[in-house]
């Protein structure tokens, strides 16, 4: 990876530097998701049936609906081996741990005498998880979205992933208490989601990461009048930043710069350290493994948009780190906590040296739906709390509105609104009388 000094550069230069992989600003990727999000909204599933065909080679006429039949969800979950049923189910019971223990407390309480106001939870309705599959299918991230839907009490979860779905992923689905897959990926299984067609119901809102076909599609629902998904966040190709001293191990830094690289040509992986030795002491190690392993011309062509930054110390590593704002934040160093401090804007942070960033990614019961392109300053990973709606409830008594009221009015009355002032003027009057 290029080597860069953080000091020696101008304000700008830091700014180019830290932008993400070009691959992601395609001129021409609106206009291509927009045209199927309309083609699916007005042709329902004969569209997903073409799409299906032209972007996964998959004939849904020939072999089945779009819906899988619990015969195929059987068939399915009995080839997955006897040893990855047992890792999907070791990773389940943290997760299940993890997320169980974010159930919402509501709040019920007097502001003042005869004022009571109450914060409550209920789960939605109807959520679409979409499942990243192709080259690389995510069985993780069906536990990701899955069990917090069921724990979250949906009633609806509606499971989508591109064909033929992986048998892990259709066995993980199953385990987690999905009854709904359907045969579809990409923007058209977003779009589907959204709108709904014949056969997939639309939902209220849609969860999870996915190339940036599926995060343009997602942003592109969000805002459409067609529909009311609403969507988790912006979820696309995946990226790491590491924080490394002079006592982390090169071996472990490259491996975790490749275990994200692997992912996407549109991945994106950066380096921060105040070591010059680290700095190529990890060139090194990447050139090593990258030469070996069997995604290589992925993780090649994402190293070619990431960097290694040398800084002062630790305190401008945070500081570089913060305004990249990564998905994941790996910090390698002798005392990480104390880096962990100042560090402001992260999807998931992994501390030491035996954190690796895919402990997160399968087992160790965090989420890893997480914020890309640096929203991580302003958006938080997925948790229990995104798969329910949160609505406030008031009550006044005639003593509490006696209270309240002048207090009311004279707001009202400030911001010209006197209808809003009339409200609490009849109620008083008629108390007086």
């Given at each position: 990876?290029?080597?860069?000094?953080?000091?020696?550069?101008?304000?700008?230069?830091?700014?180019?530097?830290?932008?993400?992989?070009?691959?992601?600003?395609?001129?021409?990727?609106?206009?291509?998701?927009?045209?199927?999000?309309?083609?699916?909204?007005?042709?329902?599933?004969?569209?997903?049936?073409?799409?299906?065909?032209?972007?996964?080679?998959?004939?849904?006429?020939?072999?089945?609906?779009?819906?899988?039949?619990?015969?195929?969800?059987?068939?399915?979950?009995?080839?997955?081996?006897?040893?990855?049923?047992?890792?999907?189910?070791?990773?389940?019971?943290?997760?299940?741990?993890?997320?169980?223990?974010?159930?919402?407390?509501?709040?019920?309480?007097?502001?003042?005498?005869?004022?009571?106001?109450?914060?409550?939870?209920?789960?939605?309705?109807?959520?679409?998880?979409?499942?990243?599959?192709?080259?690389?299918?995510?069985?993780?991230?069906?536990?990701?979205?899955?069990?917090?839907?069921?724990?979250?009490?949906?009633?609806?979860?509606?499971?989508?992933?591109?064909?033929?779905?992986?048998?892990?992923?259709?066995?993980?689905?199953?385990?987690?208490?999905?009854?709904?897959?359907?045969?579809?990926?990409?923007?058209?299984?977003?779009?589907?989601?959204?709108?709904?067609?014949?056969?997939?119901?639309?939902?209220?809102?849609?969860?999870?990461?996915?190339?940036?076909?599926?995060?343009?599609?997602?942003?592109?629902?969000?805002?459409?009048?067609?529909?009311?998904?609403?969507?988790?966040?912006?979820?696309?190709?995946?990226?790491?930043?590491?924080?490394?001293?002079?006592?982390?191990?090169?071996?472990?830094?490259?491996?975790?710069?490749?275990?994200?690289?692997?992912?996407?040509?549109?991945?994106?992986?950066?380096?921060?350290?105040?070591?010059?030795?680290?700095?190529?002491?990890?060139?090194?190690?990447?050139?090593?493994?990258?030469?070996?392993?069997?995604?290589?011309?992925?993780?090649?062509?994402?190293?070619?948009?990431?960097?290694?930054?040398?800084?002062?110390?630790?305190?401008?590593?945070?500081?570089?780190?913060?305004?990249?704002?990564?998905?994941?934040?790996?910090?390698?160093?002798?005392?990480?906590?104390?880096?962990?401090?100042?560090?402001?804007?992260?999807?998931?942070?992994?501390?030491?040296?035996?954190?690796p960033e895919s402990v997160g990614d399968y087992a160790s019961g965090t989420n890893h739906v997480l914020p890309t392109y640096g929203y991580s300053r302003a958006v938080s990973s997925l948790s229990l709390a995104d798969f329910s709606r949160r609505f406030t409830v008031q009550?006044?008594?005639?003593?509490?509105?006696?209270?309240?009221?002048?207090?009311?009015?004279?707001?009202?009355?400030?911001?010209?609104?006197?209808?809003?002032?009339?409200?609490?003027?009849?109620?008083?009057?008629?108390?007086?009388?």
């Open positions: 990876m290029e080597i860069l000094t953080w000091s020696t550069l101008s304000t700008a230069e830091q700014k180019t530097a830290l932008k993400r992989s070009p691959l992601i600003g395609d001129s021409g990727l609106e206009q291509s998701v927009r045209a199927i999000l309309d083609a699916v909204a007005t042709r329902g599933d004969a569209a997903i049936q073409e799409f299906n065909q032209k972007f996964d080679g998959f004939n849904s006429a020939k072999i089945g609906e779009l819906r899988m039949g619990e015969a195929e969800i059987a068939a399915a979950s009995a080839r997955v081996s006897p040893e990855l049923k047992a890792a999907i189910s070791k990773a389940m019971a943290n997760i299940d741990v993890f997320h169980s223990a974010q159930q919402f407390r509501p709040i019920d309480m007097e502001t003042e005498a005869g004022v009571r106001c109450e914060l409550r939870s209920e789960p939605i309705e109807k959520v679409g998880l979409y499942i990243p599959g192709g080259s690389a299918p995510l069985i993780s991230t069906v536990m990701m979205l899955a069990l917090p839907a069921k724990i979250a009490g949906c009633e609806q979860r509606v499971l989508v992933s591109p064909p033929p779905i992986n048998d892990a992923i259709i066995y993980a689905a199953n385990a987690c208490g999905i009854t709904e897959i359907y045969q579809v990926g990409g923007a058209q299984a977003i779009a589907a989601l959204a709108f709904g067609t014949e056969t997939i119901p639309a939902v209220d809102k849609i969860f999870g990461p996915g190339n940036r076909y599926v995060t343009e599609a997602k942003r592109l629902v969000s805002q459409d009048g067609r529909c009311t998904a609403c969507i988790d966040m912006p979820a696309g190709p995946s990226e790491v930043l590491v924080i490394a001293d002079s006592d982390a191990n090169c071996e472990f830094i490259a491996a975790d710069l490749l275990s994200q690289a692997e992912h996407g040509p549109d991945s994106q992986v950066i380096l921060v350290t105040d070591s010059q030795a680290i700095a190529d002491g990890v060139n090194d190690a990447l050139t090593r493994q990258l030469a070996v392993l069997p995604r290589q011309d992925i993780a090649s062509t994402a190293l070619l948009s990431s960097r290694t930054f040398v800084v002062d110390d630790m305190l401008q590593a945070a500081q570089v780190s913060n305004q990249y704002g990564p998905e994941h934040l790996i910090i390698q160093t002798r005392f990480p906590r104390e880096v962990l401090k100042n560090i402001r804007a992260a999807g998931s942070v992994f501390l030491g040296a035996y954190t009550e006044l008594s005639a003593k509490g509105l006696i209270g309240l009221g002048q207090a009311v009015m004279t707001l009202a009355s400030n911001e010209l609104l006197d209808a809003h002032k009339n409200a609490v003027a009849i109620r008083l009057a008629s108390l007086e009388k």
